[in-house]
């Protein structure tokens, strides 16, 4: 059965650092696109990143990048999110998920592109920071 | 940014109403949206994809529809179970935005 749990949640003090991870299981996960998705206390979900099966592609939300940095570990099923410069407004409940990718043809005119269309369909139960001094 | 606008934020209803969520987008979208339901203290659950594609286990009560700019999910018959909150997210462009969320609440 596919499986994600993260690790790595803590109380730290405003511009500190800290490092989320993500162990997957259950599913090939060098086939997979994963994600990181935040949630603020009592607030919504926000998007953070994507990063590609192989590591090679990975896109922000723009206002993170730079301060948050994606990675994986496709030895160990694994991906981090390596946060430095936390802020208040940064605590709140951090998810991996695993990513399905569709693959379709944009056609214009009679020539196409190659594009892709995204959505989560494992998430994992979260890990909470909690920044504050 | 694609900006995701969801209507109402909140609503009352009682089992067996049924209840629809707008969820509007600044830009065109096409059909690249999703809905996850989220209930208290648990992790978003995925129910729909590219609009109005019924996730494996979701019960057929829940549909989707919509495209481009409009979008909405109707659950036709509520359920307990589906007292929740739900989000729509575009995939369209990055960043993959959510919705604000649309709270459903026992009337």
């Known amino acids: 059965q596919e499986q994600l749990v993260e690790s790595g949640g803590a109380s730290v003090r405003p511009g500190g650092s800290l490092r989320l991870s993500c162990a997957a299981s259950?599913?090939?996960?060098?086939?997979?696109?994963m994600a990181w998705v935040r949630q603020a206390p009592g607030k919504g979900l926000e998007w953070i990143s994507y990063?590609?099966?192989?590591?090679?592609?990975?896109y922000y939300e723009d206002s993170l990048r730079g301060r948050f940095a994606v990675s994986r570990d496709n030895a160990n099923n694994a991906i981090h999110l390596q946060m430095k410069s936390l802020r208040a407004e940064d605590t709140g409940v951090f998810y991996c998920?695993?990513?399905?990718?569709?693959?379709?043809?944009?056609?214009?005119?009679?020539?196409?592109?190659?594009?892709?269309?995204?959505?989560?369909?494992?998430w994992g139960r979260g890990t909470t920071v909690t920044v504050s001094s | 940014d694609i900006q995701m606008t969801q209507s109402p934020s909140s609503l009352s209803a009682s089992v067996g109403d049924r209840v629809i969520i707008t969820c509007r987008a600044s830009?065109?979208?096409?059909?690249?949206l999703a809905w996850y339901q989220q209930k208290p203290g648990e992790a978003p659950n995925l129910l729909i994809s590219?609009?109005?594609s019924r996730q494996t286990g979701v019960p057929s009560r829940f549909f989707g529809g919509g495209s481009g700019t409009q979008f909405t999910l109707t659950i036709s018959s509520l359920q307990p179970e589906d007292f929740a909150t739900y989000y729509c997210?575009?995939?369209?462009?990055?960043?993959?935005?959510f919705g604000q969320g649309t709270k459903v609440e026992v009337k």
């Open positions: 998920a695993r990513v399905l990718e569709h693959r379709y043809k944009s056609y214009s005119g009679i020539s196409y592109t190659l594009k892709s269309y995204f959505y989560m369909d494992v």
């Open positions: 259950g599913f090939t996960f060098n086939n997979y696109y």
């Open positions: 990063i590609s099966p192989n590591g090679d592609n990975i």
């Open positions: 830009h065109d979208v096409n059909y690249w």
């Open positions: 590219a609009a109005s």
């Open positions: 997210q575009q995939s369209n462009d990055f960043p993959h935005t």
